[in-house]
Structure formats: structure tokens, C-alpha cells
């Protein structure tokens, strides 16, 4: 079909693409999908010449079948901390604060076993119940609903609830599928939580509002990707302090570009634009001078990308990008490897690290390369904000994207985000790794922060790690968390141990290499 037709075709069928049409666009081309008769049946046009994609098309898929288990929710063991919530990274597990007789009301919806099965869901709790009635104010139910057709059954909800045991992994059956799809329809038709249950001090909280959800489920990402969960809680603390209508992405090519934009479906609320592997700040630049022209000062840019973007062929764009001055945010999503094109190594992996480019053989025994450290990189460029975090830390990551956002200039913030398959561990324990990142001294924790003064020292702060003045962490059971602690747990270093578990020669170099990255660190922030 050439140009001409196309045109024609669409005129005659109202398929105008600049028109946004989001109900054709959700009865025609996604019901296709969804029916697998798209690829025969759907005529080529604009639409998809011009990869337009609305927004959030991916509340529209189905992932209930992927996965054998779903949550279960123990309500009676919850104390309302929402970190479940905060690192589910296909927003699948969702929150609300509703006042105690209106839940009772809605319930009358439902079907009564539907009613008893919902009535599970809902947990009394100090933070939303009593706290509110010492106050006079009128309390608060805390709900829990997961969206079956969004969860793809990873368990690092499980993983989040912690000590707290209120979350558990169950079979599926026809019985519950159908019970946890009416529960959260219910969720959907109760209102916002209102403002007086959101602590602001509590950081966690913010994603029970409506605004901070501008990541949506239904995104292609791997089960339990540490990504995804990274793009959530950055996107809920722009869209909660600035509003969803006030944010904005430009995406380097990677996974979150794969998961992000896999047509029709895309998890963005917020407009969010694609470009080239090594030229996503370039873009940004471009869009963030134009906004400037239109008077749009106070939006927030951010461009997303990998290690492999942002620290190899994109380094020199992103160099560009910070000594420009431009008010533009970056957040390097940092898996130490290119998970895209099929887990080879990159300047971010570590000493030893067994990936392709630089696999574990006879002759070379993993990277021997140490690892580039874009943090101090970036600290160089002159009044740059710099962060260091991970998703395991929340507050730490809330701040550091707060503090981003209202910097007024270029920040970085670099986010440990493990990935399964490239790593080598399960599909639930993106949490755990990331702490265990940060305790082993593999990614230190920091800011750095030109406002705070005029000197390295009084700028950086490594708050958040621990045991800040010592070399290696040691637990209270008097375990020593050092890099071969950290490598011990993941696939990717399996074969620098031998039989009876000692390290090999290649991967206490890379425990030297952390340890000198971090006694730099100390020394730049005067605490040792």
C-alpha cells in the first residue's frame, strides 16, 4: 500500500493518528492483539508508521497466565508499610486508604463470596486507623488488591513484606483467579485515597496516590526485572510532587525501551519519546530547549537508560548533556551489563564477572577490566547533582529523586537494578541483591550535592551505608559482608569458586577493586 492509500484509508476511516484517538485505538487495534488477529486482519497506517502508542495502553494486557502462584494477602498480619506496593515492579500489587464505612458500603457490589473474600483484603491498622481516631479524625482502612492480570508471579512482594509474614504465594485455581478479579474491580470503583491518610514524611506513601501511578502494569519486562521497579518509584515521586501532567522521558534504546514500547502496549501515563542507543541526552536537550520556549520551565525531562548507554557509547551525549547547565534528570539503570543484545559485558561490570565478551574460559577467567565508576565521573563535571542509589533503599531513593528533581541544573541519579537472567538469581530477590549490593560495598550508596558547600567533602554524603568508617560491613552475628560475600549469591560469579567454595584469584581482585573504589569514597567524604 503506498503513501496515497494510506492516507485515503484513513481519511475514509476516521484513523487519523494526530487525532489520539485512544476508544479506536483500544477497539481496533488492541482488541486485535489481544484476539491474535492482528498481524492478518489490521491494514498498515500512520498510526504505525508513526509508532505513535497512547498512553498506558498496557492496563489493557492480560499476564494472569503466565504465572502458576499469585500474593495472598494476610491481612491481619499488616501494618500498612507498603513496601509490597513500592517494589512490585509491574504494579500489580496496589494500595488504598479507605474510610471504614464507605468499604463497607461498596462491598454490597459483590457477589457474598466475592464479599467474604474482600473483607480479607482490608487491615486495621495504627498507621491509618488509630492514629486518625487520636486525632478525631475518622479512621481508616488499609487495602491490599492484587490485579491478577498484571502480576506475572515473580514473589518479591513476598520478598518486601519482610518480617512481617502478611504476604504468602498460593496456587492459582479458577476460584481465586476469579475471587482476586472482583476484589480489585472493587479497588478500581473505591475512590483515591484521601490526602489526610498520605504521611508525606513517610516516603513510601506517596504511591497511594492517584498521581504518583504514571507507571502502569502490562510492560514486557522479565519476572521481578529490578528496572521496572526503578521506573515506578522515580516516576511516583516526580508525578506526586509536580503532578503526572508535568513530567516527561526521553528513553535510550535498551530493555526499558523493549518493555516499555512492545506495540501496541506501552506502562507510561506520562509522554515518553524513544531514541537512538548513544543519543538520548542529545534529545533531551533538544526538548527541554523547546519546553523552554514555551514557557515550561517547571516540567520535569528525564531521560532513561542502561550502564551500556549512559557509561559506553552514550558517555560522551551524557558528557555533553551535564556541562550544558540544562535542567535535565538522568537515571542510569545499572545492571553492569547489556541485558538487551544478550548479557555482554559493559565498562560498569565488575572485575571477574562472568558475561559474554568476557566469559570464564582456559585463557581469560572473566573481566579483567575494573569497573568504570560513573558516579565520581559525573562529580567531576562542574555543579552536576549526583546520586547513587537502590530501589532496597527507599527512602535513600525517594530523597535522591526528590533532591534531583528539584535541583536546578543536570543531576544523575545511578540505580543498582539487578536482572535476573544476566545475574543469575531468582525472580524474587531484586531487593534483596540490591541491599546486599550496597552492604558488600559492590555500589556504595551516595549524594552528592553542589548546594551543600563549595568542597567534595561538604557536597558528599554516603548516609545509608553501613558501618561508613570501616572497610567491610559485619553483621550483628559478627559475619563479615564483603564482595566474595556478595558474589557467593550470584550466577554470574559461580565459576570463580571451586569445588570446596574458595574464591579464585580473579575474584579477590575484584573484592580489592571494591574495596579501593569505597576507601575512595571515604577519603572524598572525610569519614574515614
Not at 502480576?151 to 520478598?159: I, L, S, T
Not at 515518553?272 to 519546553?291: D, H, Q, Y
Not at 543536570?410 to 539487578?418: E, H, I, K, Q, W
Amino acid at each position: 500500500m503506498n503513501n496515497a492509500d494510506i492516507k485515503t484509508n484513513h481519511v475514509a476511516n476516521n484513523h487519523d493518528p494526530l487525532a489520539l484517538d485512544l476508544a479506536d485505538f483500544r477497539d481496533r487495534i488492541l482488541k486485535a492483539y489481544g484476539n491474535g488477529s492482528a498481524e492478518k486482519d489490521l491494514p498498515a497506517d500512520l498510526g504505525t508508521a508513526t509508532s505513535w502508542i497512547p498512553a498506558a495502553t498496557g492496563n489493557y494486557r492480560d499476564f494472569s497466565y503466565i504465572a502458576p502462584e499469585l500474593p495472598e494477602f494476610l491481612s491481619n498480619k499488616c501494618v500498612g508499610c507498603m513496601e509490597c506496593v513500592t517494589e512490585c515492579p509491574d504494579t500489580a500489587i496496589l494500595a488504598k486508604v479507605v474510610p471504614a464505612e464507605m468499604y463497607e458500603r461498596a462491598l454490597v457490589e459483590i457477589d457474598e463470596q466475592a464479599r467474604g473474600f474482600a473483607r480479607q483484603q482490608i487491615s486495621k491498622t495504627t498507621k491509618y486507623y488509630d492514629v486518625p481516631v487520636k486525632k478525631g479524625e475518622q479512621p481508616g482502612m488499609f487495602m491490599i488488591a492484587v490485579d491478577p492480570a498484571k502480576c506475572k508471579g515473580c514473589g518479591e512482594c513476598v520478598v518486601a513484606c519482610g518480617d512481617h509474614d502478611a504476604l504468602r504465594m498460593v496456587r492459582k485455581t479458577e476460584e481465586n483467579l476469579d475471587l482476586t478479579r472482583q476484589t480489585f474491580s472493587l479497588y478500581e470503583k473505591l475512590p483515591a485515597t484521601p490526602k489526610i491518610y498520605i504521611q508525606e514524611k513517610v516516603l513510601a506513601d506517596m504511591m497511594l496516590s492517584h498521581d504518583a501511578m504514571l507507571y502502569t502494569g502490562g510492560a514486557g519486562s522479565c519476572m521481578g526485572c529490578g528496572e521496572a521497579t526503578a521506573l515506578r518509584m522515580m516516576l511516583a515521586s516526580t508525578g506526586y510532587l509536580y503532578g503526572p501532567e508535568n513530567t516527561g522521558i526521553v528513553a535510550a534504546t535498551g530493555c526499558n525501551t523493549v518493555y516499555g514500547s512492545t506495540y501496541p502496549y506501552t506502562p507510561y501515563r506520562t509522554p515518553w519519546t524513544n531514541s537512538l542507543f548513544e543519543n538520548a541526552p542529545a534529545v533531551a536537550m533538544g526538548v527541554r530547549g523547546r519546553w523552554n520556549q514555551m514557557g515550561w520551565h517547571d516540567k520535569k525531562l528525564w531521560v532513561v537508560g542502561g550502564d551500556g548507554a549512559m557509561l559506553d557509547i552514550g558517555f560522551q551525549s551524557l558528557s555533553r548533556m551535564l556541562m550544558s547547565g540544562m535542567d535535565i534528570n538522568v537515571i542510569v539503570l545499572d545492571t553492569q551489563v547489556y541485558s538487551n543484545t544478550g548479557g555482554q559485558s559493559s565498562t560498569a561490570s565488575f572485575v571477574s564477572q562472568d558475561a559474554k565478551m568476557s566469559s570464564v574460559g582456559k585463557s581469560h577467567h572473566g573481566k579483567s577490566e575494573r569497573r568504570k565508576e560513573l558516579a565520581q565521573i559525573v562529580m567531576m563535571h562542574p555543579d552536576v547533582f549526583v546520586a547513587q542509589t537502590t530501589c532496597a533503599h527507599i527512602n535513600h531513593f525517594y530523597r535522591a529523586i526528590a533532591a534531583a528533581n528539584s535541583y536546578p541544573g543536570p543531576a544523575l541519579v545511578n540505580v543498582y537494578t539487578p536482572c535476573q537472567p544476566e545475574h543469575g538469581i531468582a525472580d524474587n530477590m531484586s531487593l534483596h541483591q540490591a541491599k546486599l549490593a550496597a552492604d558488600s560495598r559492590a555500589f556504595p550508596l551516595l549524594i552528592y550535592d553542589p548546594s551543600k558547600g563549595e568542597t567534595i567533602a561538604e557536597r558528599l554524603s554516603l548516609q545509608g551505608n553501613p558501618a561508613m568508617r570501616d572497610d567491610w560491613f559485619k553483621t550483628s552475628a559478627d559475619e563479615t559482608i564483603d564482595f566474595v560475600s556478595f558474589a557467593r549469591t550470584e550466577g554470574r560469579f559461580a565459576k570463580q569458586f571451586n569445588a570446596d567454595g574458595t574464591p579464585s584469584p580473579e575474584l579477590l581482585k575484584a573484592q580489592e577493586d571494591r574495596r579501593k573504589n569505597w576507601r575512595l569514597l571515604q577519603e572524598l567524604a572525610r569519614v574515614r
